[in-house]
Each structure stands twice: as C-alpha cells, then as structure tokens.
C-alpha cells in the first residue's frame, strides 16, 4: 500500500508541473504455477502447485505515466504488482529446501512473495488512432519463499526461507489503438529479456472505455501473463509462469 500512495503522490506532483498523466489502480487474480529450486543445485526442485498445493490470489497493482512536450527527454512508466501465494498439502516425495529435507506424507505450509516495481523510459511515436511506443524498463523483482514442514531424521517441525531482491533490465515496447467516433480503445505492452542467468518476459493486453467525454476517467479489462526463469541467481532457480485478468479504474489529465 505504501508503494500505491507513492504513484498517487507522484501523480499529484506531475500534474502540478503540467506534465500528462495516466494513474491506475486495478485488482488482478494471479495464477502461478512452476519450479523452485534451492540452493542449487543441491536442493530438490519443487512444483508449486503438485508439491506445495499453491493457489490463486488476487490483488490490487497500480501503475503510473508520465508524459511531457520536451523533446529528446523520455517519458516515464513506474507500475507496482505484488504477488503473494500461499500452499498447503502433503508430498509424496522427500524434499530438500535450503538446509532442511522434509520427509515423505507430511503436511507442508508455504508461502511465497514475488513483488515487482517497475521504472520505465520511453518515448511515443504519434501516430492517426494508433500511439506505439518503445524503451526501456527495469523490473526489481523482490522474492521470498517460504516452507514449513517436519524434517527428516529429527521429526522436528522446521521452517526454512529465502529471500532475494533481483533489478532486471528489460527491453520495452507497447501500442496503443483508439477507435474514431467512439470512447472505446485497446492497448498491448510486451517487456522482456535474455541473460545468461535469467530470462524474463510478459505481455498484457487490454481494452478501455470512458463512461463520459467531458470526465477523465476510464474503465478497463485485460489479461496479463508473464514467464520468469532464473537459472542461478543468490542461489535460486526459478521457472515460474503467472497468467491471470484484471480490471483498472483510471484517470488521464
């Protein structure tokens, strides 16, 4: 929530120096689902869904552009999503997380957080109905993984964690179509990257509708889905795909 006030303060401050801006804030159900490893590669790699039982949530994101007439200086893109999952169930199988191995048909608990801030450059190319766009995004991934369980040998209930705060560089590019003669327009972003040890992209697309022409504000729904793999990183594999819809409320002055 302290992360939401910010883009609504960062709004206000936009607007008092007369630049354009477009803030949102919306409700996504996220469904995850993947692999998780660590340490590696050591630990087991554990499903997030057949082993720990992981669910959907849904949460609130909110997101933030800045445009301005100055010519060569970018615009700016900051969106914040947080990703909180929680599991419950018994494994079939031995598992190693961390330094600790859970034994076979007990009752494991987890949780796992997957927070993103996203800091984006970009510059608009207008065009008649359409509006691309292309630049730059930095994506802070901030994770943190969660297993309580009964260890093998001591019978003893453990909870073993990890957590890791990871800036991803990532390559940005969206485009946007408005409909003549009606207050109806969609919208498609892709953002993605390839490294050695990680690679990481995803794409949303979605529709809008203003209610009123005479009130900024506008309606929309969409579907995002995104796939995260780390291959080695603060000794953490990941390969995690989260898909799910949102709708946003919005205001553009």
């Known amino acids: ?13 936009g607007e008092s120096f007369g ?23 050591n630990g087991d790699r554990i499903d997030a869904k057949r ?25 700016v893109y ?12 018994n494994i079939n199988r031995r598992i190693r997380y961390g330094n600790v191995t859970y034994d076979v048909n007990v009752r494991l608990d987890s949780k796992v957080e997957l927070d993103r801030f996203d800091v984006g450059l970009y510059y608009g190319i207008p065009l008649f109905g359409l509006d691309p766009e292309i630049g730059v995004n930095t994506r802070i991934v901030s994770f943190k993984g969660s297993i309580t369980g009964q260890e093998f040998l001591t019978n003893q209930v453990r909870t073993e964690s990890k957590s890791a705060t990871v800036p991803i560089p990532m390559l940005y590019g969206a485009l946007g179509v408005n409909l003549p003669a ?10 993605g990257i390839s490294l050695s040890k990680a690679s990481y992209y995803d794409w949303s ?9 005479t009130v900024p504000v ?6 995002r889905y995104e796939k995260l793999k780390i291959k080695d990183i603060s000794d953490i594999f990941a390969d995690i795909k989260v898909r799910g819809p949102f709708f946003m409320l919005g205001v553009n002055f």
């Open 1 to 13: 929530m302290k992360r939401l006030a910010l883009l609504a303060g960062l709004a206000l401050i």
């Open 19 to 41: 630049l354009n801006v477009d803030v949102s804030v919306g409700v996504i159900n996220h469904k995850p689902s993947g692999l998780i490893q660590h340490p590696v590669p």
């Open 51 to 75: 082993d720990l039982g992981i669910g959907d949530e849904s949460k609130v994101f909110g997101r933030l552009k800045l445009e301005h007439p100055l010519p060569l200086i970018p615009d």
């Open 78 to 89: 900051l969106q914040y999503m947080p990703m909180e999952f929680f599991g419950s169930g």
């Open 182 to 191: 009606v207050p109806v327009s969609f919208r498609g972003e892709v953002r």
């Open 205 to 213: 697309l979605e529709g809008r509708v203003k209610p009123t022409r």
């Open 218 to 223: 506008y309606l929309s729904a969409g579907y």
